[in-house]
């Protein structure tokens, strides 16, 4: 496939290919750069690369729209410095499968951040982030896993504001509409970081090209977050938002856009973020690989954030149970139950919050619910679980997988203890 | 909103409004034109309205094109006896919310049979339907639910023949392409048969406009059924196929689409096919039909075929357990697993056969499944439960709810006596 290419047009000069990424052995990560960040809203599960998710209050209580400093933070090596007026991403479209990460025969188009923020109009787009490991700890209690062991806050909610993904495609590929059509039903988008990994060259995904092209599915370039430019630890200068699909799929550090007739080869495409059968584990999961397929769409999520398990609330009285839901792929949270007695009684919430985008009407974004109860007893176990617009729900039980993926076993809290006056 | 009007255009001819139905009394409903029915591989629900799942055994080796002669009925009164050449389907456009039957400022089209087999392309779709209620037997076994006590075998799969919704809307609805545009994020696809039931006028349902327009929604009017003309129990001349949705989208005896701003009032549509909160039941269900959201899409599902419960099985050696695995919204099914001691284990089906559609590879046609166990024991419970691609399961205990709908507990089967040579 070719370009028209017109020499005045800076949006889409022709570009030499993108810089290659020589994948660095650990000792060569340079971790000297790293951002400064106030840690005392969260969890650290790593320093290097950093990982660290935010304490489950503050959280809840942050609100719908997650601040920076609350939002859960995934790396997979150092935090790239990137220049943003220098910055270039290069867009291509492969004819044949690609299997690694240079492609000599594609003609590449490029564009700077001054062409994103000035050739193309911007959108709003309000979605919540949540990574394939959330409540990875749940698993890990069952047996060994691969992966951080995250609890349950590696989830955040912001709005991004970018440029819809399908407006560039459609604008600066000179693809025949009908050869698009038919591409859109088979094609992937490969989406690759300028930055280093220890997996990989580089963090690099892949989406489906239906859900880049679908009008309703809402998927940007983003470079600001919640009205504010990227930060470093969230993407600068630009990052992937894929709403609906789980974190990994966001690329941060966007550098390159291809579209191809396979998935990405990408050790977090094909070798990550994967539901390995529960008969899989480090012995034999190089066998399964391949044949287990990767990660999109989130599946039905419902987390308590407080009160928190072995805490003690001060003060008789009613207490305030909060947390949030979510599902994938613009599915709403339709109700959300509380059981106080491990799960054999339910009651409803007494609200969720949960707004769907104005424009596609998709519940991109988490609903976080609220229940007030009488009290609680250091004997209640509480659990929460959630439905979705499909009629999808929790599984009772965590369903161990290696990776420790998309757990989302109906959420428990035990041993709360309310201090009572007369006690 | 009007319509430009060539009367030289048989296919676009200005009609007045479609026939009102008056809604009939019990005792005002005719059976006596009732087709004839091969009923030997069904068991009957009910006679009037006629209502009917087949076997089992007999549906899973009929193979994943179910005839029609296996294929689950399912009605809400008698059959109407509609004259192929005589029958014409509305289609209209409404500006405002529709509350009742009558819409007298809605300027509406027509289309005959003829028409709509010669003007535009006809297209096969292969797809699944499942009835809301399938299952229903295992939340009657909690408590009393209001619906036909159906087993798991309201369930089949045909190739449809007919012609994209889309097509025909984006040619007869002069709507401006920027309205559709806008349209599409908010409206509803209302759909009304031409037959009398016993809850309502009309049997009704609707869907999301965005369903309709989706060119991988892949909702088509079908006059066709595994290459055959419809038979009248299949809802013959002309029934939607809305393909990943519950069977109740799929409206037989079609006579009238009307897009409007609001979802269908039909009974079937606000008082029906809800999963209402397990705490509501018949005492208190009036209240919570408006707060509860109608289905669509429908949840992940599996279900063993063979062997069934207290059967038993002649001959030592292999048994082969088989049955099937569905999901909504076109998400394939990932993996299958069995356990023989009720859960406790499981392990992975042999093979799982699921076709996506060849055009817009989405999953809306079942997976067949299949495991060839050594033997079974008196003792064991054979469960099954599949994962969808979005990571969703199915919960382990039923979920109670008033109507019985959307059950995708884990299906067991206990007391499988297998007679061995030595016995």
Not at 139 to 147: F, H, P, Q, R, Y
Not at 148 to 169: D, F, Y
Not at 192 to 211: F, N
Request: proline fraction near 7%.
């Amino acid at each position: 496939m070719n370009f028209d290419h017109d020499p005045s047009d800076t949006a889409s000069r022709r570009a030499c290919s993108p810089p290659a990424h020589r994948r660095l052995a650990d000792s060569e990560m340079d971790y000297s750069q790293e951002p400064t960040r106030p840690l005392t809203n969260f969890i650290v599960r790593n320093h290097k690369p950093f990982n660290a998710e935010p304490h489950l209050d503050l959280l809840v209580n942050a609100g719908t729209i997650t601040p920076a400093d609350f939002f859960f933070k995934r790396n997979h090596g150092p935090i790239p410095n990137i220049h943003f007026d220098q910055h270039l991403v290069y867009l291509g479209v492969a004819d044949t499968p690609c299997n690694g990460h240079g492609q000599d025969n594609v003609q590449w188009k490029t564009f700077s951040m001054h062409d994103l923020m000035t050739r193309w109009p911007s959108v709003d787009i309000a979605a919540s982030l949540q990574c394939a490991g959330n409540r990875r700890d749940g698993l890990a209690k069952v047996k060994t896993v691969k992966g951080v062991i995250w609890g349950p806050g590696t989830i955040s909610n912001a709005v991004w504001t970018g440029v819809r993904l399908c407006t560039i495609l459609s604008d600066l590929l000179n693809v025949p509409k009908d050869l698009l059509h038919d591409m859109v039903r088979t094609y992937h988008v490969s989406l690759e970081a300028d930055d280093h990994v220890h997996e990989d060259c580089c963090y690099g995904s892949s989406i489906p090209l239906r859900k880049a092209m679908d009008p309703l599915g809402d998927v940007i370039l983003a470079y600001k977050m919640n009205g504010e430019m990227l930060s470093r630890d969230h993407g600068a200068p630009l990052r992937v938002i894929v709403p609906g699909y789980i974190g990994a799929r966001s690329v941060k550090y966007l550098q390159k856009i291809l579209l191809q007739p396979n998935e990405s080869r990408s050790f977090f495409q094909v070798r990550d973020y994967k539901i390995l059968p529960p008969w899989v584990n480090s012995d034999n999961a190089d066998s399964a690989w391949d044949s287990t397929p990767s990660l999109g769409e989130m599946n039905v999520q419902c987390v308590i954030c407080t009160p928190s398990e072995h805490c003690t609330i001060k003060g008789a009285g009613p207490v305030s149970v909060k947390g949030y839901a979510i599902s994938g792929g613009g599915r709403g949270i339709y109700r959300v139950e509380l059981s106080l007695d491990g799960g054999k009684t339910w009651e409803p919430v007494d609200k969720i919050e949960q707004t769907p985008d104005p424009k596609s009407g998709m519940y991109w974004a988490w609903a976080l619910w609220e229940k007030k109860v009488p009290r609680i007893r250091a004997s209640d176990e509480i659990v929460a679980r959630a439905y979705d617009s499909a009629g999808n729900t929790q599984p009772e039980m965590p369903i161990w997988n290696y990776r420790g993926v998309m757990n989302n076993a109906w959420f428990r809290v035990k041993d709360v203890a309310q201090l009572q006056p007369n006690m």
